[in-house]
């Protein structure tokens, strides 16, 4: 008896001081603790990223996509395309890119190239052979010039969009790290579900839009200190914008929040996200978040998402702005919460969320609008663009299972 009282005192024990100790139980991906300050047009961070090797081989490198460098003078592939120019370059020809100033591990420098087929692939090597299931801490320092630009990344006339602005780790196929490209057309990432820590300093004028969860704001001169964390993320986003308002809703634990530059009746699109994520619940299941921030701001293509964190262009009418909130909404479900290969499957996410907002309106009769006239106008418009391309071009290829860049 007094052996069974002793072993069960050193298991009670065991389990008082684990969590304090890191023995809990983690969650089999990648982690990132990013700690970055943006000055004017200049962003600079450091990374930790604890990256786990999910693949079935040992790893002798890690590779990274440099996003950034996508905006850079002389980019092979530009992130905007050309009929775009004008209007994303609102002050003309604007430059950025992303420079690596030190990769280490454990304070030891490791040895680092960029490669890719446009300077977009960050390739670091491993001292040692990385195998399955095991862990590596990697130290990225980089530094981000923004560019004057409307697009997923940049500063624009009324805010800044920070989208993939980090080295981002290749999301890992059965092929090994998969390199995207920047294409302007599509959706050009692919990235594997993280965990994420974020500090954030800005100048205190801005309103930040987040993935995430804010759990510390400390304010220190003229500069404000944000602390962010958010898990299962394939990537994290921020919007800044000194003209920034925004209203919050709580959905059964679930912070939904519109941050806004000009909407004369916010309430209809915060509304219009509530409903539709009570409708995706019930068909799809659970929302993946814990919060989720829907930002107006400057954006050519109507809307964009990332994890926890969509885009709504500021030039969207009244009804076009409950369109797209609905459907990057539904991208929460397709694309982040059950993840495809954005560049390889283009119609797959896509197609679901515009299912998805049919369906949406086909349950919400107050939006004057059917789920049959919806597919109605969909066929109707599809077979006009073949009709008109036939005629100028010759035959299409009318095949949907194509890579983004086979899409003219």
Known sequence: MKKFWLLFSFFFAFIL???????????AITEYKIDCE??????????????????????KEIKFNLYPNAYRK??????VAKEYFYSAYYNGESYGGIEILSVANANMPLDYSITGVDQNILSVNLKDELFPNERIKIVIKFKVVLANVISRTG????????????????????????ECVYYSNGDPFYSDSSNYLVKFTVDKQFN?????????????????????????????????????????????GISL????????????VISAVEKAVVLFEERFGEFPYESFSVCQTQFLEGGMEYSG??????ELLDLEKIEVAVHETAHQWWQSGV????????????????FSVALFFENYAEYNFSYQDIKKSANENYRLFCSVYNELFGEIDASILRPVYKFQ
């Open 208 to 252: 930040v839009a987040y993935s995430g969860t804010i759990i510390n704001k400390k304010e220190l001169n003229e500069k404000v200190t944000y602390i962010i964390k958010a898990n299962k993320l394939k990537s994290f986003a921020l919007v800044l914008s000194e003209q920034f308002e925004c209203i919050e809703k709580n959905l059964n």
């Open 339 to 354: 993840g495809n290969n954005g560049i390889e499957h283009a119609f797959l996410d896509e197609g679901l969320c515009e």
């Open 309 to 314: 964190l969509v885009y709504i262009s500021d």
């Open 17 to 27: 001081v684990c969590p304090f100790f890191g023995c809990e139980k983690r969650d």
């Open 74 to 79: 002389n980019a092979k592939y530009t992130a």
């Open 155 to 178: 500063i624009t006339e009324k805010s800044i969009n920070l989208a993939d602005f980090y080295p981002i780790v290749c999301g890992i196929t059965n092929n090994g790290f998969y």
């Open 38 to 59: 943006l000055n004017d047009n200049i962003l600079t961070g450091e990374e930790t990223v604890d990256f786990y090797n999910s693949y079935s081989q040992s790893l």
């Open 257 to 268: 929040r519109y941050f806004f530059i000009n909407d004369e009746n916010p309430i209809q």
